[in-house]
Nanobody, 121 residues
Framework: QVQLVESGGGLVQAGGSLSLSCAAS????????MAWFRQAPGKGREFVAV????????SYADSVKGRFTISRDNAKNTGYLQMNSLKPEDTAVYYC??????????????WGQGTQVTVSS
């Protein structure tokens, strides 16, 4: 069992940056791929980025490629999402997820409670 807690969300102006963290409990975190998803008001939960258990393999949604960076520190049981050049359309609740694969949200077993990111124009 893994519990995930996101932090770092907030309000930022367009063009600004935010760094999200996902703190995991449980020693198995380092065995799992970890992903970030987001959900805007009135929309479904969409894939943002995923990183393999070893922290080497990464993949991004086209909408964030070149602006967002996913990383992890298994020694600290923590994952990260660095978001640069933010746009108003990045406004959403951001969730971290673990023990899954790929871009399909249904493939992940563990989820955090989410953190709100709001980008003003």
């Amino acid at each position: 069992q893994v519990q995930l807690v996101e932090s770092g969300g907030g309000l930022v102006q367009a063009g600004g940056s935010l760094s999200l963290s996902c703190a995991a409990s449980g020693r198995a975190f380092s065995m799992y791929a970890m992903a970030w998803f987001r959900q805007a008001p009135g929309k479904g939960r969409e894939f943002v980025a995923v990183i393999g258990s070893g922290g080497i393999s990464t993949s991004y949604a086209d909408s964030v490629k070149g602006r967002f960076t996913i990383s992890r520190d298994n020694a600290k049981n923590t994952g990260y999402l660095q978001m640069n050049s933010l746009k108003p359309e990045d406004t959403a609740v951001y969730y971290c997820a673990a023990n899954g694969y790929g871009t399909n949200r249904h493939a992940y077993d563990y989820w955090g409670q989410g953190t709100q990111v709001t980008v003003s124009s």
